[in-house]
């Protein structure tokens, strides 16, 4: 049996919910593997420095998976197409990671749940916000209740659109993560506990008049500004041009500005476009839908 496994581009934080709060996107990831007599990995569209071989993240996870059951992985054909931008902020890592462990579980028959993927995939990634949003789709809220992941997600807004200003240049999350401070203000923990909360009360009634204050950040934003060229301009341009709301996308360096309409996302990638040749930021805009469905299994 030949299996397409699709997976979808995530966006994490968004703002104000550090590690906690994740969002799919209409922008797709795919593999196709079935068993074979000998192993044989293709790596198609964004594949710079990706491996075509078994050091490939996507395959390394497909063991770890075998590994988890208690199997050995058999042989396999896998070819992997790539279009979400690798160390930009949008889950790529997730994707590859989600995708090798749909990819072990279809091929051992689906032993586990999609609950139990998700508690695997978090002790892999470290935190649930960008695997949530790859499983499940939608806007997710995950927490942990010890040492399990609790998540839950809300289909989004299906007129509201994500506008990307994608750098040229990509962000390690690990390099990203070494400037946040170890601790921090309890006025700023205050801060942002509630702008989630709003930001995800703007989700469950599809209010956009929340999503300006919603995606306010005091706890990591503001130590990485420094890292992304242009972001403090690139966000007011977002802002001024119509966004309800607009936040660093994940660790970054992307920058996601979310909108009411795709009329209103249109003028916000040319006031984006407009800000980033007027302060010399390289890079590239794109208006992507959300979506609702997270990673799907397809038989072929």
Not at 65 to 84: D, H, Q
Not at 114 to 119: A, H, I, N, P
Not at 223 to 238: F, N, T
Not at 262 to 281: C, F, G, K, N, Y
Request: aromatic share 6%.
């Amino acid at each position: 049996m030949r299996y397409q496994i699709d997976v979808p581009a995530t966006t994490a934080n968004l703002g104000p919910g550090f590690d906690c709060l994740g969002l799919a996107l209409d922008w797709w990831n795919r593999i196709v593997v079935e068993r074979a007599a000998e192993w044989k990995i293709q790596v198609r569209g964004l594949s710079e420095n990706i491996p075509a071989d078994k050091t490939n993240m996507t395959v390394e996870h497909m063991e770890l998976f075998f590994k988890r059951i208690g199997k050995p992985l058999p042989p396999a054909r896998v070819v992997m197409t790539n279009r979400i931008p690798i160390g930009r902020g949008l889950g790529s890592s997730a994707a590859a990671l989600v995708g090798g462990l749909l990819a072990g579980n279809a091929l051992a028959g689906e032993p586990l749940s999609r609950f139990e993927l998700l508690e695997l995939a978090n002790e892999f990634e470290g935190h649930p916000d960008n695997v949530s949003a790859a499983l499940f789709g939608g806007f997710t809220v995950s927490t942990f209740q010890g040492a399990r992941v609790t998540s839950a997600s809300v289909e989004p807004p299906r007129a509201w659109r994500a506008v990307l200003f994608i750098h040229d240049h990509a962000l390690s999350t690990k390099f990203a993560r070494q400037v946040l401070p170890k601790k921090i203000p309890r006025a700023d923990a205050v801060h942002n506990i509630g702008r989630a909360a709003l930001l995800t009360f703007a989700f469950l009634t599809e209010n956009p008049d929340l999503l300006e204050v919603g995606t306010q950040d005091r706890l990591h934003q503001p130590y990485r500004e420094h890292l992304v060229a242009g972001m403090p301009e690139l966000l007011a341009a977002a802002r001024a041009a119509g966004a309800g709301g607009a936040a660093l996308s994940g660790a970054g360096p992307s920058l996601l500005a979310l909108t009411a309409s795709s009329r209103i996302a249109t003028r916000v990638r040319d006031a984006l476009r407009e800000t980033a040749r007027a302060r010399q930021v390289n890079g590239s805009v794109h208006i992507v839908k959300l979506s609702a469905e997270g990673a799907r299994v397809t038989p072929m």
